[in-house]
């Protein structure tokens, strides 16, 4: 499986945009960019997706580099119910019912 | 909107019990998916299930069995229950091509 690699963690304060990096460099051309988050004790939430062209939903939005070995979570105006684990995941095309596989994830720290 | 339903929400066993988790998926979802997150870990694919039938697999122990029944609804039977098998158990059903899970609320074990 292609892999990704987030930072650790991130901080950012309430109300200003917050940009998550994630780098895919052996992604294939097939391969949808996932990105989930966590809140704590929760499950995990499901946020945005593309594959080339980049994406908005009511949630954030999605910006894909354009050689798709890198990519960027953005959300627009961060608030304290944002700060979660963010993951960025690879999956297949979707004709499947293939397990996500879960990193290690960007935890988000959002201050007041 | 309906969610994805986990019963029980927690459960303590001893070790060597049995223990049998639960997972109604959201109304017309046809495939569900079953993860493992340990203390301070990140969610772990086990298996998943399209149509009742097993279709991918991941880090699931050979004690452990799961099924999708005639209605989607979901069971992980585990077996000889350790100590490490503490954890929180999440269900995602999904339909569609895209990949988008929903995930329940998850059922805490603790095994003693």
């Known amino acids: 499986d292609a892999k990704t690699t987030q930072p650790n963690s991130m901080e950012s304060n309430e109300e200003e945009p917050v940009h998550l990096p994630c780098n895919h460099s052996?992604?294939?051309?097939?391969?949808?960019i996932h990105w989930y988050r966590q809140l704590p004790s929760q499950g995990p939430e499901y946020v945005i997706h593309?594959?080339?062209s980049n994406v908005n939903n009511r949630m954030a939005s999605l910006a894909i580099a354009e050689d798709r070995k890198s990519s960027t979570l953005i959300l627009h105006r961060a608030t304290l119910r944002d700060a979660a684990v963010y993951y960025c995941?690879?999956?297949?095309?979707?004709?499947?019912?293939?397990?996500?596989?879960f990193g290690k994830g960007t935890h988000l720290i959002i201050q007041p | 909107a309906a969610g994805v339903i986990q019963s029980p929400r927690h459960l303590i066993k001893e070790k060597r019990e049995t223990a049998t988790l639960k997972c109604y998926p959201i109304?017309?979802?046809?495939?569900v998916y079953w993860y493992q997150q340990g203390p301070g870990q990140d969610p772990q694919f086990l298996i998943s299930?399209?149509?009742?039938?097993?279709?991918d697999k991941g880090s699931i122990p050979d004690r452990f069995s799961a099924q999708q029944f005639s209605d989607y609804h979901s069971e992980l039977n585990m077996s000889s229950l350790e100590l490490g098998d503490s954890a929180l158990y999440f269900c995602?059903?999904?339909?569609?091509?895209?990949?988008?899970?929903?995930f329940g609320p998850g059922t805490r074990l603790t095994v003693l």
């Open positions: 995602a059903s999904r339909v569609g091509a895209y990949n988008e899970q929903f």
């Open positions: 052996t992604i294939s051309g097939t391969d949808y």
């Open positions: 593309g594959l080339t």
């Open positions: 995941i690879l999956t297949g095309s979707g004709g499947g019912a293939d397990g996500l596989t």
């Open positions: 109304p017309r979802h046809d495939t």
């Open positions: 299930f399209y149509e009742k039938m097993q279709s």
